[in-house]
Every structure is written in structure tokens, then in C-alpha cells.
């Protein structure tokens, strides 16, 4: 059995920039009240608000190249296990991995510092961003 799969890198691209987009929603105009007191980022001084605008450039960029990786790495997944690509199969592999991965290490990082509101948050966050990427990847064959 060979590990090797032909990824469309179309597809992956194409996944990095919806996640881009369904993150700025969820945190935006849906949930980004919420999310901020969440997180206290409503209680930082107008200095600790100034220096991280400095540093969320490189902040987008880094989660975009994380993004890269993931969908990359699922991409790779649902080719290799895939009988026939389709949009849901694609999107069940997402799921799954959502399900076994994203919410229980979102629930660990919540139950040992976190808090539950982020869990929330973030875990719906990663279904709908993992969803999306599924259908991509799967409708790009």
C-alpha cells in the first residue's frame, strides 16, 4: 500500500481562503462580542490594544500557512481513503476528524486554562471551516 496521493492544490488553496473568510465572520459580526469578552481583550489597555494590531498581520499569516498544512493533511486523507471523490464524502472525512481531533483537544485546552465559551466558539468555528474544506476538496477532484 503506497502512502503517496495526488492532492489538488487548487483545492487546498482554495479551502486556506475560505477558512480565512468563515473565521472572520464567526469572529467577526457573529461572535466577535462574545469571543472578545471571552477573552478579556475587552479589559487591555489602548497599549496592549495597539501592539497587537502591530502584530496581526503576521498573526493572519501564520494562521493561514497553518491552514495550508491542515487542509493539505485532510486533502491527502480523503484522496487516499476516498473510493470515489465526492463533496460528501469529503465532507464525512472532515467531520470525523473534527470530531475526533478538533473537539477533544479543544476541550482539553478548556478544561485545563480555557473556558468553556471559547470551546464553543471555536470547536463551531472548526466544523464549519472543516465542512467547507471537505466539500472543496472533495468537489475539486
Known amino acids: 500500500m503506497s502512502l503517496h496521493v495526488a492532492v ?44 497587537m494590531k502591530k502584530k496581526m498581520m503576521w498573526s493572519y499569516l501564520g494562521q493561514f500557512i497553518a491552514s495550508l498544512v491542515m487542509f493539505y493533511v485532510l486533502g491527502g486523507l480523503i484522496v487516499w481513503t476516498a473510493p470515489q471523490l ?19 483537544l479543544a476541550l482539553g485546552n478548556a478544561l485545563w486554562g480555557g473556558n468553556m465559551v471559547t470551546f464553543w466558539l471555536s470547536i463551531g468555528n472548526m466544523l464549519i471551516t472543516l465542512l467547507a474544506a471537505g466539500a472543496i476538496i472533495g468537489a475539486l477532484r
Do not use: H, R
Not at 86 to 104: E, H
Open 86 to 104: 465526492t463533496v460528501g464524502f469529503g465532507m464525512g472525512i472532515a467531520f470525523w476528524m473534527w470530531l475526533g481531533f478538533v473537539v477533544p
Open 8 to 51: 489538488n492544490l487548487w483545492a487546498v488553496l482554495a479551502s486556506a481562503v475560505v477558512s480565512m473568510i468563515v473565521g472572520s465572520v464567526w469572529y467577526g459580526p457573529l461572535f466577535g462580542k462574545v469571543f472578545i469578552k471571552a477573552t478579556g481583550m475587552d479589559q487591555w489597555s489602548p497599549e496592549k490594544q495597539a501592539e
